[in-house]
């Protein structure tokens, strides 16, 4: 298994649905994040969990709801989205919670689009 | 208050020239962290180098090389004979000790053509 492991790659959901992003991270990392990118917009943090509290929530809106049942795994849950909600959403852990020293490891990524 | 600046949107260049992707960064701290990192078309992010504030030694890695200059707040990344497997978007990212926080550049977008 490579380091941070990302379902689904490609997702289409109405606005109505629910649906959930998952991460999972194989490296024995204490803290994961949420990241969202959207065309020609700098890198958004949305949620950071160490140790599977959660620390910061970047005024995310409410419809994005994480869960962090354990070290190795990190959710997204999404429910009622909007079509600029569409973007590719980056799942990140790190050694600690002050993250910044070491870096990140991300996984590949899920590309929403909301219809 | 932390910034970074990648000023070149996007470079396109052709195979086997050297390009160097700049980038500046703003910090009031004196311990910090600069990162490079790769977004191939696929999406995952991939980390290149991480350099702290105490060590302004150049860096090379086969083709690529790294040149932080404390004095002008830069860290600029050079690939050296590119590669058309080298086209991606690079981002350049500042974390202070005082922040766990990753400050992220917008982003260079390089076109290594044929």
């Known amino acids: 298994e490579t380091g941070v492991t990302q379902t689904p790659r490609h997702l289409v959901m109405g606005m109505t649905n629910k649906k959930s992003l998952k991460c999972e991270q194989h490296?024995?990392?204490?803290?994961m994040y949420w990241y969202k990118q959207s065309a020609k917009k700098p890198l958004e943090l949305m949620f950071v969990y160490s140790l599977e509290e959660r620390v910061e929530n970047n005024s995310v809106p409410s419809r994005f709801s994480p869960e962090c049942p354990n070290s190795s795994h990190l959710f997204l849950h999404l429910h009622t989205l909007q079509p600029e909600d569409s973007a590719l959403y980056l799942c990140a852990s790190s050694q600690e919670e002050r993250g910044g020293r070491y870096g990140y490891t991300f996984g590949s990524g899920t590309r929403l689009t909301v219809v | 208050a932390q910034k970074v600046t990648q000023a070149q949107t996007e470079i396109s260049v052709v195979e086997k020239e050297d390009v160097t992707l700049d980038c500046v960064y703003e910090t009031r701290d004196t311990t910090y962290y600069l990162f490079w990192y790769k977004q191939p078309p696929s999406g995952e992010l991939v980390f290149l180098i991480r350099r702290n504030s105490f060590d302004e030694q150049n860096e090379i890695s086969g083709r690529y090389s790294w040149n932080f200059q404390k004095s002008t707040s830069s860290f600029n990344f050079t690939i050296t004979a590119s590669q058309v497997v080298d086209s991606a978007v690079y981002f350049c990212?500042?974390?202070?000790?005082?922040?766990?926080?990753?400050?992220w550049g917008a982003g260079t977008k390089l076109i290594i053509k044929p």
């Open positions: 490296l024995g990392h204490n803290a």
């Open positions: 990212a500042l974390s202070e000790d005082s922040n766990y926080q990753l400050i």
